[in-house]
């Protein structure tokens, strides 16, 4: 069974002490980002964080998908951060561990007025992540 990318975000913000919430949703069989763009809400320390989670590989394609978005420019002109995370399942040793890395639009200080949101570089992968982790007995 595959895991779904907004279990791997939540998992991730509670590993990282954030408060996150899946804001897709189902429209019959229909699947929708909250306003075309986001899959979840972080309210990380530094700003509020609307996520687009992607499997490994479709990083470019959601990026271009929220490029075209037509709210884009109602973002753009308040302090919230979009991020793009990827999500790669890797095999260390005999177990199967998760690996993130994002791509940042918009704001992530106070000084979000003085500057044009733009993607940032694509960030560097993290160390593999037990995401799900067996209880000790």
Request: charged content about 25%; some cysteine.
């Amino acid at each position: 069974m595959a895991t779904s990318t907004n279990a791997l975000t939540a998992r991730y913000c509670a590993l990282k002490g954030w408060k996150s919430e899946t804001v897709q949703s189902w429209r019959g069989k229909v699947r929708h980002d909250l306003f075309g763009i986001g899959d979840s809400i972080v309210l990380h320390p530094d700003a509020l964080v609307l996520v687009q989670n992607c499997s490994y590989g479709t990083l470019k394609a959601h990026r271009d998908a929220i490029d075209a978005n037509p709210h884009l420019d109602w973002f753009d002109r308040h302090p919230v951060s979009i991020q793009l995370w990827e999500w790669r399942k890797v095999r260390v040793g005999r177990k199967k561990l998760w690996r993130v890395r994002n791509q940042v639009r918009g704001f992530m200080s106070k000084s979000w007025t003085t500057v044009r949101p733009v993607w940032g570089e694509v960030g560097e992968w993290s160390e593999p992540l037990d995401l799900y982790p067996k209880a000790v007995m």
